[in-house]
């Protein structure tokens, strides 16, 4: 029998609440958050979330981050306000920037779903 929503909506909100900051990545993180870009104008971004539905929490805004040229974005990561990594989210679409200019995380969303055999 598969979870209802009475699991994975406070399962998904955990999950989102450790983390308030978001970060962007070349290439799949390791467990402490590698891959991270780095250059002149690029930040980690603050991040809130709403409420948990079907299993699904979004950002109530989308980050928005300057990436510097001669990048790849490819994932997303997420991060305690104390800095400790939380996870990473591969992006759907994955950007290459030849020249700096800005990426927008749209939408942020953290997910709780059942497992599979």
């Known amino acids: 029998m598969a ?5 994975l909506n406070p399962a998904a ?10 970060s962007l990545h070349t290439a799949a993180p390791d467990g402490t958050g590698s891959n991270e870009l780095v250059g002149t104008g690029y ?9 948990a539905s079907n299993g699904t ?5 989308d980050p928005e981050f300057v990436v510097p040229g001669g ?7 997420l991060w305690t306000s104390g800095g400790a990594w ?4 591969e992006l759907a679409t994955q950007v290459e920037y030849p020249a700096d200019g800005t990426y927008t995380v749209s939408p942020l969303r953290v997910i709780a779903a ?4």
């Open 3 to 7: 979870f209802t929503n009475l699991a």
């Open 13 to 22: 909100t955990a999950g989102a609440g450790a983390a308030t900051m978001c």
């Open 43 to 51: 930040a980690r971004q603050p991040v809130t979330w709403g409420t």
């Open 57 to 61: 929490v979004t950002a109530t805004t």
């Open 71 to 77: 990048q790849w974005v490819r994932w997303v990561g």
């Open 86 to 89: 939380v996870g990473g989210i």
């Open 114 to 117: 059942n497992p599979t055999a």
